[in-house]
């Protein structure tokens, strides 16, 4: 087999992508073979720039919940450090899914400093009637909608106990089958306990890849179960045991964050040389100190930093022409852009 290295989450998606989307209200048959696509991926190992999420994916695989009929929702909870995947993981699943990606009126986006600001009682009564309403009236038109929730750890505790009812192990509630929905929470909870045992087992002089996944999920649990400020203190959802899978998000290497710079530079037609790389790695903040092999930021603010690296743009009398140290024709097609 292939080093794990050597096959990414982005080539898994882009190749399901090519076979085939599943348009809106959700064809259950195109549904089913988009996701044995993926599923017969997922028994390689995962990765996104290094991050180790075959356990996601061979979860998705050995759950059935896109084959069968489901006993409860599917609840997925991401936790990990900022810039390390988990926002990307979450849109990927989306855009597998739903033809219209985020845009589907059966996908719903919740960001907490956005939408649950408040720490007020009454408005916190308020946001769990927002949140009920949103679950309900989304599955009563369609009964394979995805709800994300992002920043879980700025959220009030017991914001979450409210979806308890929609994703137990019911069949109706109210005559609606919650039960093949999709849940899925973001967090930077659990961050440091995960830290904790990367570290452990680098000092150790073990890889990434020798950690055990069982091991890494009853230390998020704990941490987060126990932390008051993680949005998930005394939860019942956890209390209940009714997330499906807990899923790592290891802090990235620097190896993993090179690839990230010359990802996002080939994309704007920066030279992607060694030289360029090594300036935008020198803005970012390394651990530990003695000898520095992971990145804490991840690839979270490199969009900037390379920016912030780049060429300095000139510009002839055309102003379609971006003369950097090769001519750019801004005339022409940018990749990833419709012809």
């Known amino acids: 087999m292939a080093h794990p290295r050597g096959f990414s989450l982005f080539d898994l998606f882009a190749i399901a992508g090519k076979h085939i989307n599943i348009i809106e209200f959700a064809e259950y048959e195109s549904m089913q073979r988009v996701l044995l696509i993926i599923c017969s991926l997922s028994h ?7 991050e180790y999420c075959n356990s996601l994916m061979v979860r998705f695989d050995k759950s059935g919940h896109f084959l069968y009929d489901p006993q409860k929702a599917l609840v997925l909870s991401f936790h990990g450090p900022p810039g390390t995947g988990k926002n990307f993981v979450a849109e990927k699943i989306v855009n597998s899914i739903y033809a219209k990606g985020s845009d589907s009126n059966f996908v719903k986006w919740f960001h907490a400093a956005k939408d649950f600001p408040q720490e007020d009682s009454n408005e916190i009564n308020k946001y769990k009637e927002k949140i009920s309403s949103t679950v309900e009236l989304s599955t009563q038109l369609c009964q394979r909608s995805l709800f994300v929730f992002d920043e879980v750890h700025l959220m009030e505790n017991s914001l979450l106990d409210v979806l308890k009812p929609f994703i137990d192990y019911k069949s109706q509630i109210n005559g609606i089958d919650y039960r093949n929905n999709i849940f899925i929470f973001l967090s930077n909870a659990g961050s440091r306990a995960i830290t904790h045992i990367v570290l452990s087992n680098y000092k150790q002089g073990k890889s990434r890849e020798d950690i055990s996944h069982g ?21 019942d959802l956890l209390y209940s045991h009714l ?14 964050v090179r690839k990230c710079i010359e990802k996002d530079a080939v994309s704007k037609y920066f030279p992607a040389t060694e030289e360029f790389i090594s300036e935008v790695l020198q803005y970012l903040r390394t651990f530990p100190e003695d ?19 780049s060429p300095s743009p000139t510009f002839d009398e055309n102003p379609t022409k971006c003369l950097l140290k090769t001519e750019v024709d801004l005339s022409q097609p940018l990749p990833g852009s419709k012809h």
């Open 215 to 235: 091991d890494v999920q009853k230390s998020i649990i704990s941490a987060i179960y126990n932390g008051k400020d993680s949005g998930f203190w005394k939860s």
């Open 291 to 309: 000898n520095p092999t992971f990145v804490e930021e991840g690839c979270k603010t490199l969009p900037d930093k390379v920016n912030l690296n």
């Open 243 to 256: 997330v499906s899978h807990t899923i790592p998000f290891f802090p990235l290497e620097i190896f993993h």
């Open 44 to 50: 390689c190992f995962i990765w996104t720039f290094g």
